[in-house]
């Protein structure tokens, strides 16, 4: 309060009675508010946004090296996928072309073992008819030779003689088997 008596004192105006507006601020007080905001801005304009845009624009920069780094590993899996898959499928086609082979083969090996069996299997029945051939003969023989004693045994005590010459015993068996063998032809029949 004393400032104000002594300023009235004085003659000289109190201040707010001079018609000055509370919202409109005095003149050197706009100016002396505009001088330190033209050096901020002056100082901010040179100073900060200088290295606040070259901040800006490294970060741009490794975002968009980001992004390219990752389109590059992403193509370059895009390719590694194409390459697995084509080798997939070449690994696919060999393993059916080795399926295929390998059936094959086996078929063939089959098919060797059954002509084989057969061949073996055609010679043990030539063999076994030229045995059952052999035997056949053999027991003819056999058969031969006893029917033709027992015949002239047979003939020997119906005749009441002996047929002891040996002419007489070859001549009566042939004729005796070759009447056999007439009729054992037409009973067949």
């Known amino acids: ?16 009675e001079g018609g000055n507006s509370l919202l409109t601020p005095a003149n050197y007080d706009i100016v002396w508010s505009i001088i330190p905001l033209a050096v901020v801005v002056f100082l901010f304009a040179k100073f900060v946004i200088p290295k606040f845009q070259e901040v800006l624009d490294e970060r741009e920069d490794r975002i968009k090296g980001g992004m390219d780094r990752a389109e590059a590993a992403q193509a370059e899996a895009k390719a590694a996928l194409e390459k697995y898959n084509a080798q997939l499928a070449d690994a696919r086609a060999e393993a059916a072309s080795i399926r295929e082979d390998a059936r094959k083969r086996g078929e063939q090996i089959e098919a060797e073992h059954k002509a ?12 076994g008819n030229k045995q059952l051939s052999a035997n056949r003969e053999q027991v003819v023989a056999d058969l031969r030779s006893d029917l033709g004693q027992n015949s002239i045994n047979l003939a020997e005590r119906l005749l009441g003689t002996e047929l002891s010459d040996a002419t007489k015993q070859s001549g009566t068996v042939d004729s005796f088997l070759s009447e056999l063998d007439n009729v054992a032809p037409a009973a067949r029949k």
Not at 1 to 16: D, F, K, S
Not at 116 to 127: D, G, L, N, P, T
């Open 116 to 127: 084989k069996a057969e061949e073996e299997a055609a010679r043990i029945i030539e063999a």
């Open 1 to 16: 309060m004393n400032v104000t008596y002594l300023l009235a004192e004085h003659g000289e105006e109190l201040p707010l």
